[in-house]
């Protein structure tokens, strides 16, 4: 699991390539101008929540809102992209992964072991100073 830093078609090939294409690659996504191509149309990240917004689901796990997309990147072939939405935020935001049959529980709960390590890294360099060395 990645941040949105380090999604990109080179390191999505170099996982997949582990394990003879045994290992999936999720992380995060951000918005930008990258092409997404969804029922035969190019759409950036944006404009393809924006034209799947009638399909929003409702999670009473993790009181969120969410889409899902299956749809074609370029370079990297087949994905799935999670839109979500917490409630009390009106940012959404993306997970990519190429295991295509992936749930959206599965993935919140994959990104979320992530995001407990996150917290970890910015607690040591605030709290111990090591972001100084």
Same mark, same amino acid.
């Given at each position: 699991?990645?941040?949105?830093?380090?999604?990109?078609?080179?390191?999505?090939?170099?996982?997949?390539?582990?394990?003879?294409?045994?290992?999936?690659?999720?992380?995060?996504?951000?918005?930008?101008?990258?092409?997404?191509?969804?029922?035969?149309?190019?759409?950036?990240?944006?404009?393809?929540?924006?034209?799947?917004?009638?399909?929003?689901?409702?999670?009473? +796990?993790?009181?969120?809102? &969410? @889409?899902?997309?299956?749809?074609?990147?370029?370079n990297?072939?087949? #994905?799935? !992209?999670? =839109?979500?939405?917490?409630?009390?935020?009106?940012?959404?935001?993306?997970?990519?992964?190429? +295991?295509?049959?992936?749930? &959206? @529980?599965?993935?919140?709960?994959?990104?979320?072991?992530?995001?407990? #390590?996150? !917290?970890? =890294?910015k607690?040591?360099?605030?709290?111990?100073?090591?972001?100084?060395?």
């Amino acid at each position: 699991m990645t941040d949105t830093w380090f999604t990109c078609a080179e390191l999505i090939n170099k996982v997949r390539s582990l394990a003879k294409g045994k290992i999936h690659f999720p992380g995060m996504v951000k918005p930008g101008t990258r092409k997404y191509t969804f029922e035969g149309k190019d759409y950036t990240l944006n404009k393809l929540r924006e034209y799947c917004s009638g399909n929003i689901k409702r999670c009473r +796990k993790f009181n969120s809102r &969410y @889409i899902i997309v299956n749809c074609y990147l370029k370079n990297v072939g087949d #994905i799935k !992209i999670f =839109f979500s939405r917490y409630h009390g935020c009106k940012k959404w935001v993306a997970i990519l992964t190429t +295991k295509t049959d992936l749930d &959206y @529980i599965e993935a919140v709960k994959a990104y979320s072991i992530r995001w407990n #390590i996150e !917290i970890g =890294f910015k607690e040591m360099k605030q709290l111990l100073g090591l972001g100084k060395c």
